[in-house]
Nanobody, 123 residues
């Protein structure tokens, strides 16, 4: 069983920054591919960014490119999502998910999920 936990959500004004943290850990020191997804009321869950276990592959949605940065910490079970130049449209619950294998933007390929953290961006 892999435990996934997000932290770092909050309220920001448009143009501000916020960093989300995700820790994905199991009974071994295995490193997992991690994806960030978000869901706002009335909308489907959408992919935001992903990173491979090796850190060689990083993927971004079109809305995240140029504003968000995904990275892995020195403790390889921790992944960060740095969000800059936030917009009101970024308001959502942000979820972190983990999987063995390649990084992917498809939510159904991630078996382990965190509880989510709320990000609210005011105009």
């Amino acid at each position: 069983q892999v435990q996934v936990a997000e932290s770092g959500g909050g309220l920001r004004q448009a143009g501000g920054s916020l960093r989300l943290d995700c820790r994905a850990s199991g009974y071994t020191s295995r490193v997992y591919a991690v994806g960030w997804f978000r869901q706002s009321p009335g909308k489907e869950r959408e992919f935001v960014a992903g990173i491979s276990a090796s850190d060689r592959v990083r993927q971004y949605s079109e809305s995240a490119k140029g504003r968000f940065t995904i990275s892995r910490g020195d403790s390889l079970d921790t992944v960060y999502l740095q969000m800059d130049r936030l917009k009101p449209d970024d308001t959502a619950v942000y979820y972190c998910a983990a999987r063995d294998g390649r990084a992917t933007s498809s939510a159904e390929n991630y078996p382990w999920w965190g509880q989510g953290t709320q990000v609210t961006v005011s105009a």
